[in-house]
């Protein structure tokens, strides 16, 4: 590559995060930084595109090198609009993120931060949604910076496979020093008990989704796992959701037509 | 199983679309139906959660023998809602749509018809999304019914494999009759040229998500190679992401730490 990489950032907990922040002083290093954000919290939004609102966007004043934009949409309505609209070429990197919390394990589904990355692997970009396993605005990213810069420098100089982003979670700092980076693949688990339910001023229900994590999938070479023991975890994700072993089964149930 | 099936169906067209009107006259036919639903539009909200929102859930006068509830949210909300908050039980299969247009191919990942039979798999329960490859609301489902009714009859007597949902799409109704049903694999495409960008009374710019379909995938074992020639797409969708092929390429890179 002659020219300095292009990387394209965003996130889903919106422009002003901490998070992403961090993310962007990192990337100053690497590359000519676009910033194309969501202006307010897009979290739980998933792979959400906007089919029913027309989309605003806006340049915000930045404090850096990076150019930066403000988006009325979803992290992966972000991509689309930076990819066919602000950016001045195709990006060569996405990075998406840090997520103020985890998107390990059944959470990449419901991940705006992982929707964005997901978007850049239709778009052939290779990409990347980092996490970090605390909520908190006030988390401190630091520990993680080395790793997220070796994983980015890997990125940039192999690529990735065609139809795959890379999911990344950082465990809570008060794990660190971390032990290293782990490969792995996501584990699955599901939420459970998940509303509170309450009654109104004026006597009607109403329902915050909440819940608990459960996990399912107790091996060793999973997210979770990885995370658990210190380690900062690394899953490819497909954009194929084809569930490949069971074609065979499938193609074993009785689809002709009962009159 | 001795008593009837509790079936579950919900949509993203919202409560009153033709689709999910004709979805709901079908299952009457195999079990105690309960519509959990959104109460307006939530096309493209993949599978989208509402955490910053609460969700109020209203039940609905219902002309059939099914009880109708309607929802504020998405309608992976939906499910979640109905499994943990709404019905008498644990439903024994959850059906999602007919939705209007296709979510073949990667239209799966924006689908929030797929978004709420994703979250049946993650909830262990057997799950099917339906959509008809035609916008309309005008559209004649008609030409499908059988076909639905055998897929959901085959998925009452055989279950589903673990983490696994049907996404099943039905050609236009011009195609009709159709030729039957044939599993298949989800096609890899991608959405192109994908805003008309415009400029309000005011001056000021606004873009509308708009765009082609681009169909990479040129095989003959695909949903999009299978509507073309008339036939009933049925693609098992997985909730595991882990692009598990990729995973030896990336425990080749070099994760070390550069000091």
Redesign the interface.
């Known amino acids: 590559m002659t020219e300095k990489p292009l990387i394209l950032i965003t996130n889903d907990d919106s422009i002003v995060a901490p998070g992403i922040r961090f993310l962007i002083e990192i990337a100053n290093e690497f590359g000519e930084v676009w910033v194309v954000a969501p202006d307010g ?1 897009q ?10 609102v ?4 806006s340049e915000v004043h930045s404090e850096g090198p990076q150019n930066e934009f403000k988006v009325t949409g ?1 992290p ?2 972000c991509v ?2 930076a990819v ?2 602000i950016l001045p070429r195709r990006p060569d990197l996405i990075l998406s993120g840090i997520n103020h919390g985890s998107n390990a394990s ?1 959470n ?3 991940s705006g931060t992982m ?1 964005a990355a ?1 978007e850049g692997a ?3 970009i290779p990409a990347i949604g980092f996490s970090l396993c605390e909520f908190s605005w006030e988390a401190s990213f630091e520990a993680g910076r ?2 997220i810069r ?2 980015i ?2 990125v940039i100089l ?1 690529g990735m ?1 065609q ?2 982003c890379l999911n990344v979670n950082v465990p809570e700092a008060a794990k660190a020093p971390y032990r ?2 782990r ?1 792995c ?2 584990a ?1 688990g ?2 459970v ?3 509170d ?2 009654i109104d001023p004026f006597g ?6 909440t819940g608990k994590f459960e996990n399912y999938d107790h091996s060793d070479d999973t997210d979770i796992a990885a995370l658990d023991q210190g380690y900062i975890s ?14 065979a ?3 074993q ?6 009159k």
Chains 1, 2 share one sequence.
């Open positions: 919290p979290s739980g939004k998933g792979h959400a595109i906007s089919l029913d027309s989309l605003r966007c979803t992966a309505d689309k609009l066919n609209k059944v990449v589904i419901y929707g997901v239709l778009e052939r080395q790793h070796t994983i420098q890997q192999r496979p139809g795959v290293g980076i490969v693949r996501m699955i599901n939420w008990e998940e509303f339910a309450r009607r229900p109403y329902y915050w989704l690394v899953v490819p994700i497909t954009v194929d959701l084809t569930a490949h072993r069971a074609l089964t499938l193609n149930w009785d689809f002709e037509e009962k």
